[in-house]
């Protein structure tokens, strides 16, 4: 079956160091993937977001990710967290049957001072 | 620009009564969308507009749960006889063209209660 999979529940690191978020989808196609950051109290803002092309994608804020498909991952990373960064990021794939978007159950991200 | 907004931000009902939730998208954005998010998880699909007819509700979860979008623009998610298993929170999106793959844009939600 079609899935997102963000193995990370909730992840610290520390202001300043390097941050990887896992994503590991399930998709008949070539997917189309985002990343969306989440913070308390705000809706859901588009990171990035891959459809072809490069597989190495930049999005806003300073995070970038890659898409492998002989892993079926699309793996977020940042190379310096800041204290801002601190929030709940959730890989999308989709439209999955050409509307609706699937997302993970989300990474909780703790950036520790 | 204006993005998407979403009114009340939260509602507390009863079990049993019936809600309304209102979605504005972004003005000229033709497609428009309907999540529910529980706690602890990420969105999941309801329904999707274009232009005024639902092109495709396979998400709702029964029949208590209906959704309009009258003139093509403001939508409004309707919500019978709730249930506490109803609490959540609803998202609404837009996105300027159809699917697949255009970026979709979300309001910041209602918090719906149901005690």
């Known amino acids: 079956a079609q899935s997102v999979t963000q193995p990370d529940i909730h992840i610290t690191v520390s202001e300043g160091a390097s941050l990887e978020l896992r994503c590991n989808y399930s998709?008949?196609?070539?997917?189309?993937l985002f990343w969306y950051v989440q913070s308390p109290g705000q809706g859901l803002q588009l990171l990035l977001k891959y459809f072809s092309g490069d597989t190495l994608v930049q999005g806003i804020k300073g995070f970038e990710a890659e898409f492998k498909r002989s892993q079926s991952s699309f793996n977020l990373r940042k190379p310096s967290v800041h204290w801002s960064d601190a929030a709940e990021y959730f890989c999308?794939?989709?439209?999955?049957?050409?509307?609706?978007?699937?997302f993970g159950a989300g990474t909780r991200l703790t950036v520790k001072p | 620009g204006a993005g998407v907004s979403q009114t009340p931000s939260n509602k507390v009902t009863e079990k049993g009564k019936y809600v309304e939730l209102r979605c504005d998208p972004i003005?000229?954005?033709?497609?428009l969308y309907w999540y529910r998010q529980s706690l602890g998880q990420g969105p999941e699909f309801l329904i999707y507009f274009q232009g005024t007819g639902a092109a495709d509700d396979s998400g709702l979860p029964n029949d208590r749960f209906f959704a309009v979008r009258p003139e093509g623009s403001v939508s409004t998610l309707k919500i019978q006889r709730t249930e506490r298993g109803d609490s959540a929170v609803y998202l609404c999106?837009?996105?300027?063209?159809?699917?697949?793959?255009?970026?979709?844009?979300f309001g910041p939600g209602t918090r719906l209660t149901v005690l």
């Open positions: 999106a837009s996105s300027l063209n159809p699917p697949p793959g255009d970026t979709q844009y």
């Open positions: 003005s000229g954005h033709t497609a």
């Open positions: 998709y008949g196609a070539t997917p189309y």
């Open positions: 999308a794939v989709g439209p999955y049957n050409n509307n609706d978007m699937r």
